[in-house]
């Protein structure tokens, strides 16, 4: 096989179901699951001999004790109660496997990260050996501050070393973290405070993300007040001073965080203090409580979800292993995301570290202090795998390619997205242009509530088609049910449901057993419910659609958002689209589209009828948006899923009602969005 494409027509960006991608011939070569046919075959493996490949997977990884049992689950909750269990009954420590594991096997003076601050002159390195004596420390910290196995501890820190050596140093001790994104309000991280009953919270004074100053210490202190009205009173703040120690972006102020109260320690000083402190490994039981993720839903409180040891550790190990072809010895390894969000759980902090990996920790954003920013950190430190959002890439393509021009990126050898399906022209000039056509592109689709890929290409075995997720990952069994939860066979759509569980999968939602089944169980009595709709073409491939909320049904025809959106962002001039349904007196619903335009465009009367002449090409008259508004920009959460409930509200014409929006990356797009309203096309 090599790197050419079979009949792929790009003049149009008209893409079917039979175009495909072959491996490039070097990652056939040497990978982890060389060629489809040894895919197919550990697929079958480990769907008929589950119980068999998942020990042999966890016979990679070191157990204090191992079980006879392996993988238990019901989710018929008919029957009985809904659970998944995995090798119940072992002992083992995710972060001794992250740390002490790959010491022992040599991987000591090994750097675990590169660390990139937002400023391009803040670079740091740590190695395997540092990392575990600052986990140590640290854990040591911890338990000088009370906490102790079964806590939950809230971390609400910027993209730094010490964030990791905060994650490691809980599931050391058996405190479960909590991680909340360094950028959501007060009244979130309180609400994440009081549910989990958190009595300790680690953060850092600031940080600054590109120009803007962000003083996390201030926000600290509102979250606290507001959790001590709520009954939960925080017993200690352990601050790191980060942002005395950065470069000051031009034109940023710099962060005074003023008095602090008694609550407050410093990190260093607590370092210090407790330094060469012996603070062994806790061994956890197999199904024990290993963090907390909270997701905001569209109504109703944040859910918290529940991940436990050792079914998470395995699968975080084999995914990042297979989708990655993780390579002990060459790879550089680069995940953007955040620590607040599973994807940095996943692929940033435990997969990377359980395969050994050098890691690139990035503080900055994309585009600061140039849009080449993420493209000059790949050709210094030669990264390999880069793992990123569709979002980053429309926002990055929309500047145009000369800034990709300054860079080779020639280390490069698998590019990821991850967070919601990647329309074809953001697959195609991340093939094309980032990777120069020898790289894999590996659209992943997962869950916070999966906690590892479950749909997913393997670069070295998986022929890729431009918007595909592909195929499911080992051990996963994908099935497509209509609203009456019939199972449809063969090609054809409906929501996406798994009728079998597999390791990594979440064990509740936190204090509330009954939203667990009632969200994922209940819908579809006998399986998983992902909340997402999914298309499988001829050939078994399988294509996200979006939330199953995201389709609209206009005049009796079910219509994918995600598709319409695909077919606007298909336009030269158009960054990014997000399309919600408004009703409609006749048709029920009619599509209406924000459209996002590249830098100096505009939204004239011929280019909204150019959009509509192409929606109407791709995919038929039914989808053509009745109104193209043009957005400055779209309202997102720190993970950058567009929230859909509010432009669902403007596109109604509710100016109130629009519910929570502290979760947003910036809450000003929403007035601008309600005033542009009545200059559309």
Known sequence: MSDVHVSFNLANDHFNDQEMFLPPAPLLAGAHVSGINAYHELYRNSINNTDEFWKTVASELYFERISNKGLEWNFDHKTGPIFCKFMDGSLTNISYNCLERNIKRGL???????????????????????????????????????????????????????????????????????????????????????????R??????????????????????????????????VTSVIMVEHAKRVTIPEGARPINVGKLSSIYSSYESEMSRLKGTDSPVEWMEAESPLFLLYTSGSTGKPKGIQHTTAGYMCYAYLTTKCTFDADLQNDVYWCTADCGWITGHSYLLYGPLLNGLTGVFFEGVPTHPSPSRIWEITDKHH???????????????????????????????????????????????????????????????????????????????????PGSATLPFFGVAPVLLDSDGRVIEGPGEGNLCFSRAWPGMMRGVYGDESRFVKTYFAPFNGYYFTGDGARRDEDGY??????????????????STAEIESALVAHLKVAEAAVVAAPHDIKGSFPYAFVTLNHGEKLTKELVAELKVLVRHKIGALAVPDIIQEAPGLPKTRSGKVTRRILRKIAEGCDTGLGDTTTLIDENVIKQLISGRNSKG
């Not at 004074?205 to 009954?231: C, H, M, P, T, W």
Request: glycine share 8%; aromatic share 8%; proline share 4%.
């Open 108 to 198: 000591g003076g090994k750097i675990a990260y590169l660390w990139e601050g937002n400023e391009p002159s803040d670079t740091s390195t740590i190695t395997y050996q540092e990392l575990l004596d600052q986990v140590i420390n640290f854990s040591a910290v911890l338990r000088a501050h009370g906490v102790k196995k079964g806590d939950v501890v809230a971390i609400y820190m910027p993209m730094i070393t010490e964030l990791a050596v905060a994650m490691l140093a809980c599931t050391r001790i058996g405190a479960m973290h909590s991680v909340v994104f360094a950028g959501f309000s007060a009244e979130s991280l309180s609400a994440r405070v009081t549910d989990a009953k958190c």
């Open 200 to 233: 300790v919270i680690l953060t850092s004074d600031g940080f600054y993300r590109g120009a803007k100053a962000i003083n996390l210490k201030e926000i600290v202190d509102k979250a606290v007040q507001i959790a001590s009205a709520d009954g939960v009173d």
């Open 542 to 559: 399988l294509w996200m659609t979006g939330r199953v909320d995201d389709l609209m049904n206009v005049s009796g025809h079910l219509l």
């Open 383 to 465: 990264v390999t795998k880069l793992y990123t959002s569709p979002t980053a890439a429309r926002a990055l393509m929309a500047f145009g390619d000369s800034y990709l021009q300054s860079t080779s990126r020639n280390s490069l050898r698998i590019i990821g997205t991850v967070g919601e399906p990647i329309n074809p022209s953001a697959w195609m000039w991340l093939y094309e242009n980032v990777g120069n056509k020898h790289c894999s592109v590996v659209d992943t689709y997962w869950q916070t509530e999966t906690g590892g890929h479950m749909i997913t290409p393997l670069p070295g075995a998986t022929p890729m088609k």
